[in-house]
């Protein structure tokens, strides 16, 4: 998969050149999935605009959603057909404990989020969820809500998430089931002019321990 991080490209004033991108994804790789990174969560017309953003503008397969306004603010993104949500439920970053780890009626929030994502908003679209390689135990648990759901992995790499444990953790019967995300490992992996080249070589390594975990597990 490829996941161009929607702020980054804004902070520069560079949608156009992020447009550009998302279509030369889609015209040269067509069969790779193209998930928007804009951890979207706004109103239900608003949620409207963010989605034809997402998928008419650029093009987007999935998109990154923010749960937390309910589910009428997931419902535009869902009801894109042929296109998909990764709803935000155990992220990878330590403050995402602030709240997503409340205990509410005996169990912790993003279980709620992960259940609700399971019951109710994979009726209304294709859906998963996301939840962080830093969390490896709370993406078990997030496994075992969501069955065979897609799970979005990121906190590989430069926030030091365990691709074995990661695996061990979220992966389905068959080995499968999560899009394991490595960002700044891969895009920093050198900043002379063999840039290219440094992120290949990471991109194939982080690919192939991926895969070798994943092949021990089954």
């Avoid at 790789?29 to 963010?50: E, M």
């Avoid at 650029?58 to 993104?77: H, K, M, Q, R, W």
């Avoid at 089931?177 to 050198?190: E, F, P, Q, W």
Wanted: with cysteine; hydrophobic share 40%; proline share 5%.
């Amino acid at each position: 998969a490829f996941k161009p991080q929607f702020a980054y490209f804004a902070a520069q004033r560079a949608e156009p050149e992020l447009e550009r991108l998302c279509h030369y994804i889609h015209d040269t790789y067509p069969h790779v999935l193209l998930i928007l990174d804009a951890k979207r969560g706004d109103i239900g017309p608003t949620a409207r605009q963010y989605a034809r953003e997402a998928f008419d503008r650029y093009g987007a397969d999935a998109v990154t959603v923010n749960p937390y306004l309910g589910t009428d603010s997931i419902e535009p993104y869902l009801s894109y057909s042929e296109h998909g949500v990764f709803v935000l439920c155990r992220t990878s970053n330590a403050g995402g404990s602030d709240f997503q780890s409340l205990d509410v009626g005996g169990q912790p929030l993003y279980t709620h989020v992960a259940r609700r994502a399971a019951l109710e908003w994979s009726g209304l679209g294709d859906c998963g969820v996301v939840v962080g390689a830093t969390f490896p135990d709370e993406l078990g648990a997030v496994r075992t809500i969501v069955g065979d759901m897609p799970i979005l992995v990121p906190g590989v790499g430069a926030q030091g998430g365990d691709i074995e444990a990661t695996v061990a953790a979220g992966a389905t019967p068959d080995g499968v089931g999560m899009v394991i995300n490595s960002s700044r490992a891969i895009l920093y992996a050198s900043s002379g002019t063999d840039f290219a080249e440094a992120a290949s070589r990471e991109a194939a390594a982080t690919r192939d321990a991926i895969r070798h975990c994943a092949s021990v597990s089954r």
